[in-house]
């Protein structure tokens, strides 16, 4: 009996003083995206701020979690049990999970994230999970994006294994015959070779494979082609398809945004931008409608990932666009989150306040290294600064405005040559895409210095060379100008270019709007004359040309809808597809010719004026980020190791 009574004692005890577990189901992901299911037993007395942190790889220190998730977010967290779910990218190491118990007296408020909220304290671990592994995680080809060359029939691909062994890309006509075979060049880079912390600390750096980059060759024109990617050996990636360029068409369509970003699963060092996921979405719907036989773009016009220092964001962003970088080509131009840091070449004394810490450390090197844009453009050893392509009825221009833009230097001849050699026969419509604006009526103050100098030096260049259309990022919504120069409206796009702001696709800061000046007590609505309309909605624009119309389509995240329309003709003419609020005609009409082209069933053109856009873009206004790091370090030029 004493025997009963103390075994049911000892199981009583250990019951209310039980050791906590932690388990995942499955043991190994198959590929990016796969999700992970994190169950745990035995947490007593739960707390709040109990958190899981994922790391990898796994030996990392308690400090250097990837992300972070508080048991809370488990419905049934209070018992001490609960379970979380979440998608995981591959990152070419193994994750781990680790439990640790947070206490009110703990928070550090020295130690917080970019948006000032504090880090989750790891001095009380409970308890830690075996690893968990990605199969073939050093060998599968993933983060798969197309981007065009200069030369009109080929297509490139560039994709990341873990590893530097030779790989191939296939591609052919028909899925099961692809005959034509080319190697893949391997870069990586290393710690060393980012300009300062984060990205070159532990905490930020982590490694980032190599990145491989094939060109597909004498493409028929506007022909439906199957690739794959990988080798024998190592194993391959799904087979994809794109249709190649068509020289001979006059049709062009594109897809256009700035300031993405991607979202990640957990929380982690920096804000991950909710809306991007809502931005792929639409933009996917809208390539499936194209059909077999129509050839589009993608133009991400800067702030890309806003890893911002840390590496794994850019896994996190390429593993998000796959589905549609795969597809169509994927055009970037550089942002102040990708290449800004006090140590950078050019800084004029005239920019002392403009050009931050905005890359994290980063300086240009993944930009550089995981993208390849045609031209071959390069300044302190960073590429894809400014470079163009003809695609249908449109001359595509990319510009850096973070580097040199000024008469006199690199980038302003550059851009002088290539305006004055286009074929307006060929193509009448010229677009200039470049990050921070040259016009916005957002009053941010620090970049009215960058403004000043672009319509110095740049509007010269467009207004004698006829540029239709400037497409500007940087600016976190969506604005259109009348056409316009020296800040003067204008009746027709030849000599005065149609200015838009379309950097709405993920990014959550928001603008102040500056006033109408007769309305200074109402800073949102109705905006100044010169801007026809501003958006306070997520979204993206596309674009459709030939060689009479060019026509650009705001569509709102919300709702998938286009919500503002600028028809520009090539004889000059310039119809708004909106209304300002002084009692002009507002009504839209039908169906745009994007939509038609599209074949997009139920969108429908909005009647403009909805307020409430506009005071939730003025109210929801956060503070800037900007990395704590110090301004010590230097500029590391960005060097390339090939697989020989």
């Excluded at 947070?102 to 304290?121: A, V």
């Amino acid at each position: 009996m004493i025997a009963v009574y103390s075994s049911f004692f000892f199981l009583l005890i250990s019951s209310v003083h039980s050791t906590p577990t932690i388990s995942f189901s499955p043991q190994t992901l198959n590929r990016s995206g796969d999700p992970v299911t994190i169950q745990w037993t035995g947490v007593e007395s739960p707390s709040d701020l109990d958190w899981l942190g994922i790391y990898s790889p796994p030996e990392s220190p308690h400090d250097h979690f990837i992300g972070y998730k508080f048991l809370s977010d488990s419905p049934d967290w209070k018992s001490g049990s609960g379970s979380i779910s979440l998608p995981l990218t591959n990152l070419r190491s193994d994750y781990s999970f680790r439990i640790f118990r947070w206490t009110q007296s703990e928070i550090n408020p020295k130690r917080n994230d970019h948006d000032h909220n504090p880090l989750p304290g790891t001095r009380h671990l409970l308890t830690e999970s075996k690893r968990l592994n990605f199969r073939l995680s050093a060998n599968r080809p993933e983060q798969i994006h197309l981007s065009y060359t200069d030369t009109v029939n080929e297509m490139r691909v560039m994709f990341v294994t873990g590893d530097g062994v030779e790989r191939i890309a296939r591609y052919g006509e028909v899925k099961e015959r692809l005959n034509n075979t080319v190697k893949a060049r391997g870069v990586s880079y290393e710690r060393e070779r980012m300009c300062h912390a984060p990205a070159n600390t532990t905490i930020g750096w982590r490694d980032p494979g190599w990145t491989f980059d094939a060109v597909m060759k004498s493409l028929k024109p506007g022909v439906k082609y199957y690739y794959q990617v990988g080798s024998e050996s190592k194993g391959w990636s799904e087979i994809h398809s794109f249709v190649s360029r068509n020289d001979d068409s006059d049709q062009t369509l594109a897809f256009m945004f700035g300031d993405m970003g991607c979202s990640t699963p957990y929380r982690t060092f920096i804000r991950g931008e909710e809306e991007s996921l809502s931005t792929v979405k639409w933009i996917l719907r809208d390539i499936k409608s194209l059909g077999n036989d129509k050839a589009a773009i993608v133009s991400h016009i800067g702030d890309i990932s806003y890893a911002k220092g840390y590496s794994w964001i850019w896994d996190e962003f390429f593993a998000q666009i796959e589905p549609i970088a795969s597809k169509v080509p994927y055009h970037v131009c550089i942002g102040n989150h990708e290449y800004d840091w006090p140590m950078q070449p050019w800084k004029p004394d005239w920019a002392a306040y403009v050009y931050g810490k905005d890359s994290g450390g980063e300086c240009g090197v993944p930009y550089s290294v995981k993208f390849n844009m045609p031209g071959n453009s390069s300044e302190a050893k960073v590429r894809n600064l400014y470079y163009s392509y003809d695609m249908g009825s449109v001359h595509f221009v990319y510009i850096s405005t973070e580097t040199d833009f000024l008469k006199g230097g690199k980038q302003y001849r550059f851009v002088k040559s290539d305006l004055e050699s286009v074929n307006r026969s060929k193509t009448p419509f010229v677009v200039v895409q470049g990050h921070r604006p040259m016009y916005t009526t957002s009053t941010k103050g620090s970049d009215i210095a960058v403004r000043v100098k672009m319509i110095e030096h740049l509007e010269p260049l467009f207004v004698e060379n006829n540029v239709t259309v400037a497409l500007w990022g940087h600016v976190h919504r969506y604005e259109r100008f009348c056409p316009i120069s020296n800040n003067t409206c204008g009746e027709r796009w030849h000599g005065s270019p149609v200015h838009l702001v379309i950097g709405m696709a993920g990014k959550e800061t928001q603008p102040i709007w500056e006033p109408r000046p007769n309305h200074p007590d109402v800073p949102i609505f109705p905006q100044p004359a010169r801007s026809m309309y501003r958006g306070g909605e997520f979204g993206y624009t596309r674009l459709v040309a030939d060689k009479e119309r060019l026509t650009i389509s705001y569509v709102g995240n919300h709702d998938g809808e286009v919500h503002d329309v600028v028809e520009i003709l090539a004889s000059g003419e310039v119809i708004s597809g909106s209304s300002d609020d002084d009692g002009k005609d507002s009504s839209l009409g039908s169906k745009s010719e994007f939509e038609v082209l599209w074949y997009i069933e139920g969108a429908s053109v909005m009647v403009l004026g909805v307020v409430l856009g506009y005071l939730i873009g003025f109210f929801s206004r956060r503070k800037r980020e900007g990395a704590d790091s110090s301004n010590t370090g230097r500029w590391i030029q960005v060097k390339h190791e090939e697989e020989t």
